[in-house]
């Protein structure tokens, strides 16, 4: 039984660049989220998706950051331009309902130069 | 869960002791409580939920404990294993979205 997959595991840039993260989510999981984690800032919610719905993007740090979903097998967020302090882990997870556990991918670890 | 900001509280604990790692909330509508375990290099991994009508579940080696007077979860290892040195994060669920504790690094001795 396939998790959460994300790609790629690590990504290296230079500020400015355009960065794009792939989730697929469990498949049947109406709900996506994607996070942020950082030592400073701990676990994040940036934005979740319900059946490819964006429902809430309050989390989405600032107009740089995007993210879709264009069917529910598939989301990505996107960070356009790049800055060094956009450095951290995200994750992605999804779940069945809203009140059943959320399942991680193993994350993107990502540096920006 | 509350964050605990830059400091991650660590737990020392000799293999096969008990352990008890605590995890405060601050949201009183919060009804559903996840404990995560996450290991260096993957995405936290669910290990235990329990649900506001509930004030004890357990599952294998590990039980939740519930006390929504104080707004206090508990998740107790027994037993625990060299395998079980994690960070661990409580979260809990108002609406649709999780709120997370900032973690507790659970080392085990051998």
């Known amino acids: 039984d396939a998790g959460v997959i994300q790609s790629p595991r690590h990504e290296v840039t230079e500020m400015g660049q355009e960065v794009t993260l792939r989730c697929k989510p469990i498949?049947?999981?109406?709900?996506l989220f994607w996070y942020r984690q950082t030592m400073m800032r701990g676990l994040e919610l940036l934005i979740y998706?319900?059946?490819?719905?964006?429902?809430?993007d309050s989390g989405m740090p600032e107009d740089r950051f995007s993210a879709k979903m264009p069917n529910a097998s598939f989301s990505t967020l996107k960070i356009q331009p790049s800055e060094p302090r956009d450095s951290a882990v995200y994750f992605c997870?999804?779940?069945?309902?809203?009140?059943?556990?959320?399942?991680f991918g193993d994350g993107t670890r990502l540096s920006i130069l | 869960g509350e964050s605990v900001g830059l400091h991650l509280p660590t737990l020392s604990v000799q293999e096969g002791d008990n352990s008890i790692i605590n995890c405060a909330y601050s949201?009183?509508?919060?009804?559903?409580f996840i404990w995560y375990k996450q290991e260096s290099g993957k995405g936290p991994q669910f290990i235990i939920d329990?649900?506001?009508?509930?004030d004890k579940r357990q599952g294998q080696r590990v039980t939740v404990l519930l006390n929504k007077t104080v707004k206090h979860l508990s998740l107790q290892i027994a037993a625990t294993q060299p395998g079980d040195s994690a960070v661990y994060f409580c979260?809990?669920?108002?609406?649709?979205?999780?709120?997370f504790g900032g973690g507790t690094r659970l080392m085990v001795k051998p």
């Open positions: 997870a999804s779940s069945e309902t809203a009140n059943q556990p959320q399942h």
């Open positions: 498949s049947g999981h109406d709900y």
């Open positions: 998706f319900n059946n490819n719905v964006p429902i809430d």
């Open positions: 949201n009183s509508a919060s009804d559903y």
């Open positions: 329990i649900r506001s009508n509930m």
């Open positions: 979260a809990d669920n108002a609406g649709n979205m999780l709120t």
